[in-house]
């Protein structure tokens, strides 16, 4: 289960800023969702991959997703605001390559995005398969096991980096398009 409460996600007539609330549920082949519609889309969104990056992700990340054809590259501040980007099909992707977000950044809206039929995936995880052979591989990032090897508050790091998707095909072009660029 995941919920989502944004203090300001839209200012009303009066200058006075309205918050939202939203929630998933995954669990088994129960989805459910505060959406309206089973998969949120963008109005103005054009044909091409949007992807959201920090703006301090590395130049080679950068490179090589601005290369997929049809591409356009975004940037945003917070792991958490950027995959309800994707929640919200804002984006078709959300790409970070360092290890510098938490569990506890991606776990909620990561129970919007199952719930949507969507994930979000250990990167290098990913990339580990696709070298394997294993193409389709999600990854799917887990809660419930720290990292044995690391101490403190980093146990519980997205170590891998992550994608966040509603599309799981989406996962292939990221992954094929930084194959040998990083890690």
């Known amino acids: 289960h995941g919920s989502l409460h944004f203090l300001m996600s839209s200012c009303r007539g009066d200058c006075r800023w309205k918050g939202q609330h939203l929630w998933g ?14 998969r949120p889309s963008c109005p103005q969104k054009r ?4 992807v959201l990056l920090s703006s301090s992700e590395k130049p080679a990340v950068k490179d090589a997703l601005a290369a997929i054809p049809s591409s356009s ?14 929640v919200q099909g804002l984006v078709d992707v959300y790409v970070l390559s360092e290890g510098s977000t938490f569990r506890w950044d991606s776990c909620a809206p990561h129970a919007l995005l199952r719930a949507l039929g969507g994930g979000v995936s250990d990167l290098r995880e990913c990339m580990r398969a696709r070298v394997s052979g294993n193409k389709g591989h999600t990854a799917e990032l887990t809660y419930h096991q720290p990292h044995n090897e690391s101490q403190g508050v980093d146990r519980w790091a997205n ?3 992550i994608i966040a998707y509603l599309d799981s095909s989406i996962i292939d072009k990221v992954v094929a398009a930084l194959a040998g660029k990083i890690f």
């Open 25 to 38: 549920v995954s669990y088994g082949e129960v989805n459910v969702c505060s959406f309206k519609h089973r």
């Open 47 to 50: 044909d091409g991959l949007s």
């Open 73 to 86: 590259l975004m940037y945003a501040s917070g792991a958490g605001y950027k995959i309800l980007c994707v």
């Open 159 to 161: 170590r891998g980096g």
